[in-house]
């Protein structure tokens, strides 16, 4: 192992468990989880019914099948060629007609599964988008994108693999332990003799399988987060020079995958050849018995004759095959089990957004657009960001945010937005407390621009127009030529041999994150996306940090006129953005501890003018007095 190269186990890997490692689970009981799954199947159950009764019309076909062996032995014993006909006939009818059906059988219980695992996978897609954000802030990515894909495609392998032929199985085993005891008891008893060691074998194998199968569900979702983490973080690894330690890391949890794996696999190879020899050995000692018996003489021996051995044979290796059948369900069962167990945790335990009763709002004040009453608010318990805010916005008034990184900007926005609910005080839209208000209508009153503009795979109008299910393309285009964003995008229709006509640039493709736009060219589509929605409220959180001093220039004549007579809140780091503002409020550890117009705080000398300086000072050598320093 090379000097840099960490060993199994070790700190790097231990760290990677404790970000990306699930906890364990508590005691499932397959029976409620099943409970809980019923419901998606519910919808679908007129297939499952199909399915179960076909599935004992094979059952007893298969049934008949040994008889009908039999029964052509003892015709090629007397040469009976009418009696060998008739028998072939039957039992090509037999296998044919149950092949069929099974075919029937097995469609009708996959259709099911397909159908009842789009409607979970829907459902956990759904939640996803309802979950609060703190969920997100402490769940890795990949952990929950794997609840949507492996766990649901392990559920639906019940399904798939016809593990819920297990009732069929059960009805074929009454069948062939009744066969049996009629044609000959004691040699029944040599086929139930191997029972208990087929029990104690399951019961070796049940709590280990469900176990490993456990840990693949958590390998497979610790193995997807960190995937998920690396492809987004590509860039800073190369950047750094950090392969080989990412690939140390990666080849600690894939070990680990690797070995869960390992581990189900040899638990099942376990139960596999533990039945495979059992079911031979009772044939061998069924075939030992009956030459004893034969040996001894009398009528008892007359009795075991070559067509029953044939027939008891038959219902033997017919008998062991529902129980091996069983075996390899019921391995795929504890894998399913094991995935259901993950998708009902997150369903429990995943903080979801929730509405408030009336009676524990507070009252309304019309005469307040925006504000903020007494806010206390910590992401993490115990470490606030907002320390006893109280922020009041009239209507059409423009309020700049300012204050050092952390000091609480964002997290006020966060708030207006209700993607994170305070701990204490109020927050008001239009004069009403946000929690009286559903959230789909809360947040359709603002448009928001981030710093960090994110872009759906799509085209230009799909992704300015994102907020109408059909986007109007009259109304996108106005809001892209209103940001100066029109002739960049009609340049890159030309150049990609697109018509250059009428408004098919709208269509030009955007790839996944926007990766074939510049930055700023994203953050003039974060600009029309916020003209298209026209909302009263407007949210510019370091809207311009991203685009040259021309693009904003232009951005921010279009914006003086999409801003009058609305209500907006500009979080900015460049003081030079928010000189217009109709009041500054400053910022500094959670507190407001200034507000004021841009001249008024540069009087004062306090926080604001102190960030003036460091501003300007960053950009020139001799800077002139703060009273004449340009914003």
Not at 260 to 285: F, G, H, Q
Not at 427 to 437: A, E, F, M, N, T
């Amino acid at each position: 192992m090379s000097a840099g190269a960490q060993p199994r186990g070790s700190a790097g890997e231990q760290r990677l468990r404790a970000f990306h490692e699930e906890g364990a689970l508590g005691k499932a009981y397959d029976v409620n989880l099943l409970r809980r799954l019923w419901p998606f199947v519910r919808p679908h159950a007129r297939h499952l019914i199909v399915s179960l009764i076909v599935l004992f019309v094979v059952a007893g076909l298969n049934l008949a099948r040994p008889l009908v062996m039999g029964d052509v032995v003892r015709h090629a014993a007397n040469h009976d060629r009418d009696g060998l006909f008739r028998d072939g006939l039957i039992l090509t009818g037999l296998v044919v007609t149950a092949q069929l059906l099974g075919f029937v059988q097995l469609y009708a219980m996959q259709l099911a599964g397909a159908h009842a695992m789009a409607d979970l996978r829907e459902k956990i897609f759904l939640f996803l988008q309802r979950i609060t954000l703190r969920f997100f802030d402490k769940t890795p990515v990949g952990r929950l994108v794997t609840r949507a894909t492996n766990d649901v495609d392990a559920l639906g392998e019940l399904f798939a693999s016809g593990v819920l032929n297990a009732l069929g199985d059960v009805v074929s085993l009454t069948g062939y332990v009744i066969a049996m005891v009629v044609l000959d008891w004691q040699m029944s008893l040599i086929a139930f003799a191997a029972m208990p060691v087929v029990l104690v074998i399951v019961s070796f194998v049940r709590g280990r399988s469900r176990q490993a199968y456990r840990d693949i569900r958590a390998k497979t979702a610790r193995l997807n987060a960190f995937l998920g983490e690396q492809v987004n973080g590509i860039a800073v690894v190369q950047a750094y020079g950090t392969e080989a330690a990412m690939e140390r890391d990666f080849d600690d949890i894939n070990v680990s995958y690797r070995d869960a794996n390992k581990r189900s696999i040899y638990y099942e190879a376990v139960l596999d050849a533990a039945i495979e020899m059992v079911a031979t050995l009772c044939i061998a000692s069924l075939l030992l018995w009956v030459a004893v018996r034969h040996e001894s003489g009398g009528a008892r021996g007359a009795a075991a004759t070559f067509a029953l051995v044939v027939t008891f044979t038959g219902y033997i290796k017919q008998f062991f095959e529902p129980i091996s059948m069983l075996s390899q369900r019921y391995t795929i069962l504890q894998s399913a089990m094991s995935g259901a167990e993950r998708i009902f945790q997150l369903f429990d335990e995943a903080e979801v957004e929730g509405d408030v009763e009336a009676s524990k709002c507070a009252p309304d004040r019309a005469d307040e657009a925006l504000s903020l009453d007494h806010v206390t608010f910590a992401y993490k318990r115990g470490v606030p960001v907002l320390r006893d805010v109280t922020l009041q916005a009239r209507k059409g008034e423009k309020i700049a945010l300012v204050g050092a990184t952390g000091s609480g900007k964002t997290t006020i926005a966060s708030l207006l937005l209700r993607l994170y609910d305070l701990d204490e005080g109020v927050v008001r839209v239009d004069g009403r407390d946000i929690r009286l208000y559903p959230r789909l209508e809360l947040r359709e009153k603002f448009s928001v621009v981030p710093q960090d503009v994110y872009l759906f795979s799509g085209t230009l109008l799909s992704n300015v127009a994102m907020a109408d299910a059909k986007p109007d393309r009259e109304r996108a285009r106005l809001a892209l030529e209103r940001v100066g964003a029109a002739p960049l995008f009609k340049k890159r229709a030309v150049s990609r041999q697109s018509p250059a006509v009428s408004d098919a640039w709208l269509d030009v493709q955007v790839d996944e994150r926007g990766s074939n736009f510049s930055a700023g060219e994203r953050q003039l589509i974060a600009f029309a996306r916020a003209l298209y929605r026209d909302a009263p409220f407007v949210i510019l959180d370091e809207a311009t940090a991203s685009v040259d001093s021309d693009t904003e220039a232009r951005l921010q004549r279009a914006l003086e006129a999409v801003l009058e007579e609305r209500t907006a809140v500009i979080i900015a780091h460049r003081l030079s953005t928010i000189k217009a503002a109709d009041r500054i409020v400053v910022l500094h550890k959670g507190a407001i501890v200034e507000q004021g117009t841009h001249e008024e705080l540069l009087a004062k000398n306090g926080f604001y003018a102190k960030l003036h300086r460091l501003q300007f000072a960053s950009t020139s050598e001799a800077p002139p007095p703060v009273a004449h320093a340009p914003a």
